[in-house]
């Protein structure tokens, strides 16, 4: 019999830690979850959610597994049948506190800005962010385990999604809308030979290169 660790195994998200969390005595459960931590440019975007667990949309899944338009169309419905909330860190708050401080900054700020007060937080990764008031509660790989975080994955790319295209008609040149601020070949070419835009994170080290060639020319 394969074992958790089986490549064979394919994970899907469920309410398992949900009813958990509903077991030990919380009555309204969140989740937590980030899109582009790993950019050069533009925000990290956190959204966090409620789900109605008598209306969870059928479909729902880590946003990296499912097409935009499966994307797309999950966001409408999670927005109609849930309690969300978004907050995005700009570069300049992700030069201030680092990738990972602006993350939990922005994780904080999304759970407490809920128009419904949670009790229990679901967050995918390693690490809760702090000064909840509540109990939370990291996952890893919580996004392809639970429901209620992958709602949040699909909210935090598709804003964040839809920021890029709106950073690409502000600075064409760098196909914000194609790479969404990746290092992709295309990205670094467009970077070395513009220098940086206002959207590009100058505390990473591939931007600050790019700004130092430029002086340096």
Known sequence: MPSADSPSIVLKPSLRHERAALKAGANIIAGVDEAGRGPLAGPVVVA????DHKRVPKGLNDSKKLTALAREELFAEIVAKATVSVVAAPPTIIASLNIRGATLWAMTRAV???SL???HVLVDGRDVPPGLPMVGQA???GDALSVTIAAASIVAKVTRDRMCQIMHRDTPNFGFDGHKGYSTPEHIRALNEHGPCRHHRMD???CAAAAERRLAS
């Not at 966090?48 to 789900?51: D, E, K, N, P, R």
């Open 48 to 51: 966090a959610v409620i789900l």
């Open 204 to 206: 990473f080290a591939p």
């Open 117 to 119: 007060a949670p009790d």
């Open 139 to 141: 996952i890893i790989d």
């Open 112 to 114: 407490l800005n809920l």
